[in-house]
């Protein structure tokens, strides 16, 4: 079936450091992908997304680039700061069945500190 | 900019005892979703919801649980008996049609099931 995997956390940087959080998919067909980030009591909020292969997401300095060859999304930021600082979730968007639905990942934390 | 609204934040509960969360989806939203998160563990899919009916469920969307847009304006959980394992955030979520594959998520609503 359709899956996320992502790497554990807590990831923990120190401001400026250059952030990689992987994340691989399995799914049939072609998914949209996205990352999500929760900052501390709030909800999910869309961070970037990809709807086909090659295609780079970018928001707020992060990025991310489908790839269909390696079944993977990494999220990058070249220079983290402490306002960073969330729960980053990677998913899919699954076509076909009655609905579609957003597949999601255990999310990874990310603590930046000063 | 329009967002998902729930209620309660936090809910603390006696296992066996009824629970409703609610949710305010986005107004001209069509389609509504709940997802839960156990602490630590993923994001999962439980129900989507289009034209008040059930679109789709998850295994774990059993006869404990039901969804219904009373007013149309809100969007309901109803978990008729607590258990200790319902114990999670759960997400409402909604979009503007089946082809968007870009939900907005509210802040969640934190059950505890005692």
């Known amino acids: 079936g359709n899956s996320v995997t992502q790497m554990e956390g807590p990831v923990t940087l120190s401001e400026e450091a250059f952030l990689t959080i992987n994340c691989t998919y399995t799914?049939?067909?072609?998914?949209?992908l996205f990352w999500y980030v929760q900052y501390p009591g709030e909800g999910l909020q869309l961070l970037l997304k990809?709807?086909?292969?090659?295609d780079k997401g970018s928001n707020k300095g992060f990025e991310a680039t489908y790839r269909k060859e390696t079944t993977s999304f990494h999220l990058e930021k070249g220079s983290v700061q402490v306002s960073d600082s969330a729960v980053y979730f990677c998913?899919?968007?699954?076509?076909?069945?009655?609905?579609?639905?957003?597949?999601f990942g255990t999310g990874t934390l990310l603590a930046v500190q000063p | 900019e329009p967002e998902v609204t729930q209620t309660p934040s936090h809910q603390v509960t006696q296992m066996g005892q009824e629970v409703i969360l609610r949710c305010v989806p986005i107004?001209?939203?069509?389609?509504f979703y709940w997802y839960r998160q156990i602490l630590g563990q993923k994001v999962e899919f439980l129900v989507s919801?289009?034209?008040?009916?059930?679109?789709?469920k998850s295994e774990i969307f059993d006869d404990q649980f039901s969804v219904e847009r009373p007013d149309g304006s809100n969007f309901t959980l109803k978990i008729r008996s607590t258990k200790l394992e319902d114990s999670a955030m759960y997400f409402c979520a909604s979009a503007g049609y089946s082809g968007a594959n870009v939900l907005t998520f509210g802040a969640g609503s934190r059950l505890t099931v005692l």
């Open positions: 998913a899919l968007w699954t076509y076909g069945g009655a609905t579609n639905k957003l597949i």
């Open positions: 919801f289009y034209n008040n009916e059930i679109s789709e």
């Open positions: 107004s001209n939203h069509l389609y």
């Open positions: 990809a709807t086909k292969a090659d």
């Open positions: 799914a049939t067909g072609y998914p949209s």
